[in-house]
């Protein structure tokens, strides 16, 4: 895929230039157009982690567990779900993302994009996923795309468990919340990724200039979802953080939302067109109250402490609940490919056992216990 990718970066990037020329003429905000653009730097960079991924070891097709009574062995296998669905806003990377992980863990697929980037999705299916894989001896019809535009085919997509028994969903917290009750009506499990929106919060402890350094590493696309939307600052040393803050925020050309606020905190700015370049800013008692305010009023995707108290990151650290925590680190670093040194499929807030975080091949497998002979020796799995 990342030497298709290569051979045919010209005629991808010409079928995005014409999503990107019709969203525009549309009106569509630019954290819209900001998802949707592949370009050669974003090619270029996803062929670099399409190669990454090669380089990653697969997953062994079962592991030894324990020995039984009777001279017999239990052990697991690793088999795939057969076909898994995505859906997905319109961000063209997402196409090869997916596909990448559903072939490395020998799984087929049927993937639905944004109708602003199916020119994008369909140049990418054909020219690079469909023309690797019949490259590798393998059916170029593994990977499907869902051509026709329009909700319609989202929720077509989740109501066929006999086919489809998984769905990836990832996209506006509305949609993809009503698409995941729609499956689960139909017995079809999924994934969700609904709501984004990360939390940071600044100890009375915290280096200013780790503060400033961070909170601009989280604001470098806005468009995303553990993009800083949360601000959370200790009473103390609000009169002394606000300033750098609003410096780094004036810089940024982004607006701070202070109290008293008309929204809740865990508004989803990134969501919001024409409003993406805002956070919320707010005071938290302590690192407790802040952990509790992450809990409680945002999504559980990702939250940090600034902090040069040790004690004060442990109470923040152990008691947020969601998906990601960092100590003097950005929550944009809740990345499959930043994280793991893989391409995500997305990032699974569910608070409920199961693949949760970023989604990578090593989650898309159904786990089956087999008892066997010890003698019959490395008999794999099929």
């Not at 690079?128 to 170029?140: E, H, N, Q």
């Amino acid at each position: 895929m990342s030497a298709r990718l290569g051979q045919h970066r010209a005629e991808v990037v010409a079928a995005n230039a014409e999503d990107v020329r019709a969203a525009r003429s549309e009106g569509l905000p630019q954290a819209f157009i900001d998802r949707l653009i592949f370009d050669d730097e974003r090619a270029r960079a996803t062929s670099g982690q399409l190669l990454a991924l090669a380089e990653v070891a697969a997953e062994p097709a079962w592991r030894f567990v324990r020995d039984l009574p009777g001279q017999l062995e239990l052990r697991e296998w690793r088999r795939p779900v057969g076909v898994i669905g995505a859906n997905f806003e319109a961000r063209p990377n997402v196409v090869v993302d997916v596909a990448s992980q559903l072939i490395k863990s020998r799984n087929a697929g049927v993937l639905r994009t944004g109708s602003a980037a199916l020119r994008s999705a369909a140049a990418l299916t054909d020219l690079v996923v469909a023309s690797a894989l019949r490259d590798a001896g393998l059916s170029p019809a593994a990977i499907q795309l869902v051509r026709v535009p329009g909700r319609p085919a989202a929720y077509a997509l989740v109501r066929q468990p006999a086919l489809i028994p998984l769905v990836i969903l990832r996209g506006s917290g509305p949609t993809t919340r009503a698409l995941a009750r729609e499956g689960a009506v139909h017995g079809v499990r999924t994934l969700a990724h609904a709501d984004g929106g990360a939390v940071i919060y600044i100890d009375e402890s915290a280096d200013e200039a780790l503060i400033a350094r961070l909170i601009e590493a989280s604001l470098d696309r806005l468009g995303v979802c553990n993009r800083l939307n949360l601000l959370l600052v200790q009473r103390p040393a609000w009169e002394t953080a606000l300033p750098r803050v609003a410096e780094v925020a004036a810089r940024l050309g982004v607006t701070l939302s202070l109290p008293p606020h008309a929204h809740e905190l865990g508004h989803e700015w990134a969501l919001d067109a024409g409003r993406e370049a805002t956070i919320t800013v707010a005071p938290a008692a302590d690192a407790g109250d802040a952990a509790s305010i992450a809990n409680q009023q945002t999504s559980g995707l990702a939250a940090s402490i600034i902090a040069q108290d040790a004690e004060a990151a442990r109470r923040f650290l152990h008691a947020y609940a969601g998906t990601g925590a960092f100590w003097n680190a950005t929550p944009r670093l809740l990345d499959g490919f930043r994280l793991l040194s893989v391409p995500e499929t997305g990032i699974n807030i569910d608070a409920v056992p199961g693949p949760r975080g970023p989604v990578t091949f090593r989650d898309l497998y159904l786990r089956q216990y087999v008892v066997l002979p010890a003698a019959a020796g490395q008999a794999p799995a099929s």
